[in-house]
């Protein structure tokens, strides 16, 4: 969850775009903005400035239009289970950020996320939460379920594998489940309930934490004696940067996301593909699949992200498949009718006596992660001589260009000492014809 890693709080490490911001110094500074705004901004725009300290907000220098403040200021006042977006300064940079720099960033996400929106706005409501936390994801990963960190989190909620496994999901060498939008979710809401809980329905130390873990923001309380975000993220010393701006840029998605239209975000809404759920006893490769239902691989892959391979689980005799709408009984008929087949094609290696996994590894030309994980061993599991082990199609692959190499070696090896033998044997013969015969 753009998370960072702390040793005893793994948790989110900042998108990469995040990073961007800050390396090129997009993110504005406020004081600067300020006084930019102030002197670009309009007589007939100044005369319609809201005063914002009479709805109860403290008093700030107007750096956007008035009629984005005014904008800003209605959709704060949406009545529901909404987290509460005060409208401060750094709300507003992020804001005008999204509406400039960032414009384009945000309406993908948007976009991308409407397909996801129904469901997890569903997910949320039945475990009680504000629906605006279905935004989150727009700030971390643009709702792309493949989005992946430099820290290794990933998935629409970029989870890293501690705090996923934790909340419930799996990951292994065949499937991912960050990378499911609708178990992602389950997990996600869980773990935001956790971390309500913990800061006592405060939500922007919450999110916050959810940004660094809540170890760092637990310290930051206790060092700063104040148990509200915007305090102690005025003190820089208390929380790291990227956690300080996390929070504003999140409730400004949020206050966009509510209304995209009114600030400037046009788009087309994605529907979600229908689908149906077939259940699979054995493992199929997903080139069946795809020839059963009548589309391509790539469909099957979007329906199930979570998967990592272009097969099904290896072992799971009850694994749940995403196929697109009205085409479940016909995947059932070709697997009936495919009984005793082999479905997937796998490579297998037999165990030697003294084999290791580090050996064996290395010998196909794979990582000991990938082979271990492959067949649901450790690295260092020891081994018994005619045991068979899945062959990981990398390493399949892997031996099948090394086999290709030694033979181009070979061939070019032989070609180059024909080449030698028949140009030894051209010389003798030629020196040979000039000497100079003798005879009787």
């Known amino acids: 969850m753009a998370r960072l890693f702390f040793p005893r709080f793994p948790r989110v490490v900042v998108p990469g775009f995040l990073v961007l911001i800050w390396a090129i110094g997009l993110v504005p500074n406020a004081r600067a903005q300020a006084i930019d705004s102030l002197e670009a901004t309009n007589a007939a725009d100044q005369a319609g400035a809201i005063d914002i300290s009479q709805i109860g907000q403290p008093a700030i220098p107007e750096v956007l239009p008035s009629r984005t403040i005014r904008a800003v200021v209605g959709d704060l006042q949406v009545p529901g289970r909404y987290l509460a977006v005060p409208l401060n300064q750094r709300v507003l940079d992020y804001v005008s950020l999204f509406q400039g720099r960032l414009h384009d960033f945000m309406e993908d996400g948007m976009r991308r996320g409407s397909k996801y929106l129904p469901m997890i706005q569903s997910v949320l409501r039945a475990e009680g939460l504000p629906i605006d936390l279905a935004y989150v994801p727009l700030v971390e990963s643009a709702f792309n379920p493949n989005a992946l960190s430099k820290a290794r989190a990933k998935g629409v909620w970029q989870f890293m594998k501690g705090t996923a496994l934790e909340n419930g999901l799996k990951s292994d060498w065949y499937i991912d489940e960050r990378s499911d939008p609708e178990k992602a979710t389950l997990a996600a809401a869980n ?233 030894s044997s051209s010389k003798s013969s030629s020196k040979s014809s000039s000497k100079p015969k003798t005879g009787n």
């Open 191 to 423: 773990y935001l309930k956790t971390l309500a809980d913990l800061f006592d329905g405060d939500w922007h130390l919450a999110l916050a934490s959810y940004n660094s873990g809540p170890g760092r923001v637990q310290q930051a309380i206790k060092r700063g004696g104040q148990p509200d975000f915007w305090q102690l993220s005025a003190k820089p010393r208390l929380l790291p940067r990227e956690t300080r701006d996390y929070v504003p840029m999140i409730l400004a998605a949020i206050v966009i996301a509510r209304n995209p239209a009114q600030y400037g975000f046009v788009f087309e809404k994605e529907d979600q593909r229908p689908f149906e759920t077939v259940s699979l006893a054995r493992p199929v490769d997903l080139t069946h699949i795809a020839e059963w239902t009548g589309t391509t691989v790539g469909d099957i892959q979007a329906l199930n992200p979570e998967l990592r391979r272009k097969t099904t689980p290896i072992g799971d005799a009850q694994y749940s498949l995403k196929v697109p709408a009205g085409t479940s009984l016909e995947v059932a008929r070709r697997l009936d009718e495919s009984l005793g087949a082999d479905l997937v094609s796998l490579s297998w290696y037999t165990v030697k006596s003294g084999d290791t996994i580090a050996g064996i590894a290395k010998k196909l030309r794979v990582t000991r992660a990938d082979l271990s994980e492959a067949n649901s061993l450790g690295t260092t599991s020891r081994l018994s001589a005619g045991q068979k082990l899945i062959v990981p199609p990398e390493a399949s692959a892997a031996a099948r260009a090394a086999e290709q190499r030694v033979r181009t070696k070979s061939s070019t090896r032989g070609t180059a000492k024909t080449r030698s033998s028949s140009s």
